[in-house]
């Protein structure tokens, strides 16, 4: 028995949501709004401490971070197999892994909510701002960067230092992929492909592709073949009870693939 | 061949020192000044691309992420074993091996720079603070909160927040403790006691043992277990070419055990 507390269209969630696809497996969903707060109920918290999602739980049991629920997934359920054989193989695919759950998450983040997450909030909550800034603040962990991000108060430095290590990370994936010959990352497809694609996909939809399809080919070439999988357009397809899509929260790009 | 491109007093560069001495293994190393730009050398970028310190050479092969360094070092050196064997086990150890990656890593990381790293950094670079700035602004990523705590400008609710975070991550430690029983993390010693014991190094260093000491009693003895370990010893006691430890850094105060 699987389940998975999630958000639509959070990146962390889409990931744990390709592992499941990619593995064929069934899973119950519990949709968390995460703007509404569902992450700071008591019940939530008992699961997750640290009120973000995925949770998974499988037979009863909780696994937080989407960076250790898809080794797990993996682990429990080796068929398909998506973790190389070879140690340092392995070290490669973790460095992904790892990428995945803070540099881009962190960045590409900070560069979704001052150019669209932002806005719309403000918007959302035109005329009560102070109650936006607490509803931030009840989230855990120093949101001072976030609360900056909100307001728009991003300086062109801060915003520059993101996408450089948003490029550090594109070209470590042009890299392996000109010196192993992919097609994947690490050579077969393996999570550090999952771990990343949903930046990728993220990434787009904040117009932000020509950063591979202009300059990175072996990059350009990896992410056609990324969207062409079944199990990642299955995890994207995803909607939110109301049934509103990326248009609603200003995510309207199209992926070039679809 | 086993080459480690370290800093005497990095947190992570402890961990990775700890699980070579768990292993027994021999190994050569490159002391990197991370606070002379050692870390910015275009022959050091090649190796670490984040320029962050520790990286591990295994005949001639790179790895980076200290995260990842001891998970690559237990696969390849499996004597004796650092992980557990049950899949759910696994993935608790992971969750502890990730969040000595990046929230302890972060948020005891700001408390050190805001109470010891920044004032003597500020006292080395007096009449030069333009020069240190520019230092900083070297290193890759997203320096604002850096910045600010080398200034001396963190607020006191950012601190408190910071402190909020590694008090969600001592109170896991004491679930995991009180409800497994013990006498490590997981059960049997793991990556996850290595994972976080350089933090609670450098937190009692930082006057906070008063965390565990007083309100968490299986931490507490936990903690004492742990500097009785001779790898633990032998990691924490590498000092930097010039001999000048902990004092020199303003981290004077004394672990508990020794």
């Not at 949501?17 to 119950?28: F, N, P, Q």
Request: hydrophobic share 40%; charged share 25%.
């Amino acid at each position: 028995m699987l389940e998975l507390y999630h958000y639509w269209s959070s990146v962390c969630s889409v990931k744990a949501r390709i592992a499941l696809a990619e593995k064929g497996l069934d899973w119950t969903s519990h949709h968390v709004d995460i703007f509404a707060g569902d992450q700071l109920t008591p019940e939530y918290l008992a699961l997750n401490p640290n009120a973000v999602v995925p949770t998974l739980v499988h037979d009863g049991r909780p696994i937080i971070e989407s960076t250790v629920i898809i080794e797990y997934l993996d682990e429990v359920f080796p068929d398909p197999p998506l973790t190389p054989r070879d140690p340092y193989d392995r070290a490669l695919m973790r460095i992904f892994v790892k990428n995945g759950g803070d540099d881009l998450l962190q960045f590409i983040g900070l560069t979704s909510i001052d150019r669209y997450i932002g806005p719309k909030l403000r918007q959302r909550w035109k005329g009560h701002e102070a109650d936006l800034e607490a509803f931030i603040n009840r989230k855990p962990g120093n949101r001072a960067m976030q609360l900056r991000a909100v307001r728009g108060q991003l300086t062109r430095e801060e915003i520059n230092a993101a996408y450089a290590r948003i490029d550090v990370a594109l070209d470590r994936m042009e890299k392996m992929l000109t010196q192993r010959g992919g097609p994947w990352l690490i050579g077969d497809y393996s999570l550090a492909d999952i771990a990343v694609a949903p930046h990728m996909h993220r990434l787009e939809r904040l117009g932000e592709a020509k950063r591979w399809e202009q300059k990175r080919p072996a990059v350009a070439k990896w992410y056609e073949r990324l969207n062409a999988r079944p199990a990642i357009q299955k995890a994207f397809s995803f909607l939110p009870p109301d049934g509103k899509g990326y248009e609603e929260v200003g995510l309207a790009a199209a992926p070039a693939s679809t």
